[in-house]
């Protein structure tokens, strides 16, 4: 474990976050993640299927590491799902959110997600029954939270959106689809549209970014390509090689 690659603008960590001390304590600018969701899906070295529990437990660890590692002014741009009913219904967002306040998280708005993927669905309850049917909204969360002050008052005070993605994005419906889990070649891919616009709305250039759990590496290929620097820590090697690939071939470093 330790650094799996570098250079000027990248630092990827092939280490666990909840144990990594590589990285200083308030130097980070904003982090954008999706951390792993407990719905069971197979991912090489994480256990996604936990109790609640012991899920709300690792939410509580990672979300404390953040904390510590943003700026005052940091923020966190957290994709988590509204709900989940596999293995039991949960109120997945309301509960992250609160263990984030109680932790010192500020709460500043939600952007919803609609990954318009509802067709994919495979459970309805008691099918056309009063019985016991199961709701299933077809959106994920962006949580907006930070450290302790929403104005931004460190970084290079130079901002790269334009002015109709700024009117676009403002609005807190986004409608894009997601990543293709096959093309990636990870169980669980999100798309570069994700953190390019959390990026872009939310940093400036040069603003150091970081994800704490890089899967496939959309968050730390968005950062390249809009002149951030950016530091991910990803637990499975293999996962990290993925990453590596896709920036040297989806960026201009070497």
């Known amino acids: 474990m330790g650094t799996f690659f570098s250079n000027e603008q990248v630092l990827l960590y092939n280490d666990d976050f ?5 990285i200083p304590v308030n130097s980070i600018d904003l982090i ?3 951390p792993p969701y407990n719905v069971g899906i197979k991912y090489n070295s994480h256990d996604d299927t936990v109790s609640y529990d012991q899920y709300l437990d690792f939410t509580f660890k990672y979300l404390s590491r953040c904390y510590e590692l943003v700026k005052d002014d940091g923020r966190f741009c957290l994709n988590i799902p509204l709900d989940k009913n596999k293995g039991g219904q949960q ?3 309301a509960d992250v959110l609160s263990i984030s306040k109680k ?3 500020k709460y500043h708005s939600t952007i919803i997600w609609n990954e318009q993927n509802i067709s994919r669905r495979t459970a309805w309850g008691s099918w056309l029954s009063a019985s016991a049917p199961f709701v299933i909204a077809p959106v994920e969360m962006i949580v907006i939270l930070y450290k302790n002050k929403w104005k931004k008052e460190s970084g290079s005070n130079k901002s790269d959106i334009d002015r109709q993605d700024f009117l676009d994005w403002t609005n807190g419906m986004w409608k894009f ?3 293709s889990k096959t093309k990636i070649g ?3 891919p ?4 994700l953190p390019y616009r959390c990026i872009k709305l939310f940093s400036y250039v040069g603003d150091t970014v970081l994800d704490p759990f ?3 590496g959309s968050t730390l290929i968005v950062t390249v390509q809009t002149n951030r620097h950016a530091i991910g820590v990803e637990i499975d090697k293999n996962y990290c090689q993925i990453t590596k690939k896709r920036l040297l071939k989806e960026t201009n470093i070497k």
């Open 103 to 105: 932790l010192g998280w």
């Open 32 to 34: 954008v993640t999706s």
């Open 190 to 193: 999100f798309p570069v549209e």
């Open 18 to 22: 909840l144990t990594i001390n590589s």
């Open 186 to 188: 990870h169980p669980s």
């Open 177 to 179: 689809n997601g990543e």
């Open 214 to 216: 890089v899967g496939s």
């Open 91 to 93: 109120s997945v967002y």
